[in-house]
C-alpha cells in the first residue's frame, strides 16, 4: 500500500494548489512518482479529501475568472454560462423532445413507392 509522510502530504498539496489541480504537474514540482501519489490518494482518507478541496478551489477560481469575463460583457463568456446554467430557460443548442407515448397508442403508417396509391 502506498502512502505519504506528512512532509510529502504538505509538499505535495502545496505543489498541487500552485499547479491549479494539475496533478502531474504536482508530482514533477514534488519529484514524487504519479502511480504513488494517486495510490497514496486512494488509501488515504485524509489526502483524498484534502485534494477534493483543492480541486473545489480550482472549479472557484474558474468560475471567478468566468464572472470576470460576463461583468466585461464577453460574448463567448455569458453565451457559455447561458448553455451551462440556464440550460431549465431554454438556453442551449439542441432541443430536446420528449417522444414518449404516455401510454398511448403510436401508429405508424409507412408509404413506399410500390404501395403508393395513384393521385387522383
Given amino acids: 500500500m502506498a502512502t505519504l509522510t506528512d512532509w510529502e502530504k504538505k509538499r505535495f498539496l502545496s505543489a ?3 499547479s491549479r489541480g494539475n496533478l502531474t504537474e504536482a508530482c514533477r514540482l ?3 512518482k504519479r502511480y504513488h501519489v ?12 484534502e485534494v477534493q478541496e483543492v480541486q473545489e ?3 472557484d ?7 470576470k ?6 460574448t463567448s ?7 451551462t446554467k440556464l440550460k431549465d430557460r431554454g438556453y442551449t443548442e439542441k432541443q430536446q ?5 404516455k401510454d398511448d397508442k403510436i401508429n405508424i403508417n409507412i408509404i413506399s413507392p410500390e404501395n403508393k396509391k395513384p393521385e387522383e
Fill in 57 to 59: 478551489e480550482v472549479g
Fill in 69 to 74: 469575463l460576463i461583468a466585461k460583457r464577453n
Fill in 97 to 101: 423532445i420528449d417522444h414518449t407515448s
Fill in 16 to 18: 498541487l494548489r500552485k
Fill in 30 to 32: 514534488t519529484k514524487l
Fill in 61 to 67: 477560481f474558474i468560475e471567478d475568472a468566468l464572472m
Fill in 38 to 49: 494517486r495510490r497514496a490518494i486512494e488509501a488515504d482518507e485524509e489526502l483524498k479529501l
Fill in 77 to 83: 463568456a455569458v453565451i457559455f454560462a447561458c448553455k
